[in-house]
């Protein structure tokens, strides 16, 4: 079955570390995004990718990176620079053939501050 | 810019109508969907209106007004496992290259009870 696989599903972080977040999808989309949930709130567009090798900042990029060398990965690392990182990830993808093609979304990556 | 308002939490009894609200301000609209997500899971999709009027999927309907720049989504027979929390997006036009960029509301937290 196709889908999106985050990994892993809970994820530490010490002090001044980077640590990344894995995205694979076998869904052959072209797009591709990252997503922060805190409680109560909705979803915060933190990078999208329209296609490989490009990708463009949301609204939260600071102190986040990601890169997009393959059309099935889009990995996000959480900087030192980003001194709010705990939070649930979410990643998405999405076909860009049709204008009413919805998200496709993984199970998410808790993030937490050791 | 954009902005969604809709209702924190609700609550209703099993086999129960419930309508959750959204309205939303943007400078320019494609369409407006609907997603469901259960504690601490993925968001799943549920429906998507670009015209007005009332879309029809099983238990659950979507109504659109963009006139009034509002829509909601119905659930009828509610069922315990109908709990999960509920976000809007919308989709603004004149995203950089025509990208797909939705923006999602604070999410309305259903709570079904026996």
């Known amino acids: 079955d196709g889908g999106i696989t985050q990994s892993p599903k809970y994820l530490f972080r010490k002090e001044g570390q980077n640590v990344t977040l894995s995205c694979e999808q076998n869904?052959?989309?072209?797009?591709m995004y990252w997503y922060r949930q805190d409680p109560g709130q909705g979803l915060r567009l933190i990078y999208y990718?329209?296609?490989?090798?490009?990708?463009q900042k949301g609204d939260i990029a600071e102190g986040y990176s990601v890169s997009r060398e393959k059309k099935e990965s889009f990995p996000l690392t959480v900087t030192s620079a980003q001194k709010n990182p705990t939070a649930f990830y979410l990643c998405?993808?999405?076909?860009?053939?049709?204008?009413?093609?919805?998200?496709?979304f993984g199970d998410g990556t808790r993030l937490s501050i050791l | 810019g954009q902005s969604l308002e809709q209702p924190s939490e609700v609550t209703a009894v099993e086999g129960a109508i419930v309508q959750i609200n959204c309205t939303y301000q943007?400078?320019?609209?494609?369409?407006l969907s609907w997603y469901q997500q259960h504690d601490g899971g993925a968001p799943t999709f549920l429906s998507y209106?670009?015209?007005?009027g009332l879309e029809e999927t099983g238990r659950f309907s979507s109504f659109l007004s963009r006139s009034d720049s509002y829509g909601y989504l119905l659930l009828q027979e509610l069922q315990m496992k109908d709990s999960a929390s509920y976000f809007c997006?919308?989709?603004?036009?004149?995203?950089?290259?025509?990208?797909?960029?939705?923006?999602f509301g604070r999410g309305t937290s259903l709570i079904v009870h026996p």
């Open positions: 997006a919308v989709r603004e036009s004149g995203a950089p290259g025509g990208s797909y960029i939705p923006t």
């Open positions: 990718s329209q296609i490989v090798n490009d990708f």
């Open positions: 998405a993808s999405r076909t860009r053939v049709g204008i009413n093609q919805p998200q496709h």
């Open positions: 869904l052959n989309h072209d797009a």
């Open positions: 943007t400078s320019g609209f494609y369409g």
């Open positions: 209106n670009a015209l007005d």
